[in-house]
């Protein structure tokens, strides 16, 4: 049966999140039950696809990221793929109507990984909308199931948010970026002289984004607020963390925040949304 097949897909969807992510399988299980597996699905998509940029080394990551497009596209347009990663995700597509153009405008920041660029404003800005903004609006077509007027209402705070995520993600993976992959991100930045006033400056931005995209979620249908809030609350706490880290530490270590602060951090947002202070 299909449909053995169908459930497998999820399922290594969600155990490729897990393995992956602490922080967004816990913000996945405060979701609506009913949405999780789709969410799983975006995610697994995501992750495989960067991970080919991000790991395989010693591989052709262009014509392995090219192949994986082309898998991706032949599974959205003829409905099954028995990669189950891109089987459950070609039905999410199908599900939830997810505009194709997203899924272009991500693999296409997938692409802009493949070389050395040096990224100037309009190039970091086309990465961020490809690599975190898109995906977010991804998940929104999900959380408001439908509802276009819903989704335009909150599709601004939903590219807040994503781009938000990804600029943390930017300061706390700078030392693996730069000196194993080779990358820098943020435009007009030399990083021999990458220091605590250009940190502070970049962090100036990320606040503003966190502060907007909050509006957006106080906005969310029910199903799906306490799942994004505490995946905003995690990053929130990581920031933090890396605001009050030297920048040379930043160069030289990968922050982190322990499973253990994790969990207090999801029993202090629970009791936050119960009380209605969200």
Sequence with gaps: MKQLFDELSYQVSK???????????????ALSPCIRP???????????????????????????????????WQ??????????????????????????????????????????????????KEYILGSAEVVGLMCLQIFVNG???KYEQLKPFAMKLGSAFQKVNFLRDLKDDYQVLGRTYFPNIEMNVFNNHIKSQIETEIAAEFKDALEGIKLLPVASRFGVYLAYKYYLSLFKKIRNTPA???????????????????MSSYLQYKMALL
């Design 15 to 29: 155990a490729t999140t897990k393995k992956y992510s602490t922080s967004f399988s816990l913000g996945i299980l």
């Design 38 to 72: 789709a969410i799983y699905a975006i995610y697994g998509f995501v992750r495989l696809a960067d991970e080919i940029v991000d790991s395989f080394h010693n591989y052709d990551k262009k014509t392995l990221l090219n192949r994986f497009t082309e898998q991706a």
């Design 75 to 124: 599974a959205i347009h003829e409905g099954i793929s028995i990669n189950p990663i891109l089987q459950s995700f070609q039905e999410v597509v199908h599900k939830y109507s997810i505009d194709e153009a997203l899924i272009r405008q991500f693999l296409h920041s997938m692409e802009m990984d493949l070389e050395k660029i040096d990224y100037n404003s309009d190039l970091y």
């Design 147 to 149: 509802d276009k007027a």
């Design 248 to 266: 040379e530490r930043i160069l030289n270590e990968r922050i982190r925040i322990h499973n253990g602060h994790k969990l207090s951090l999801a």
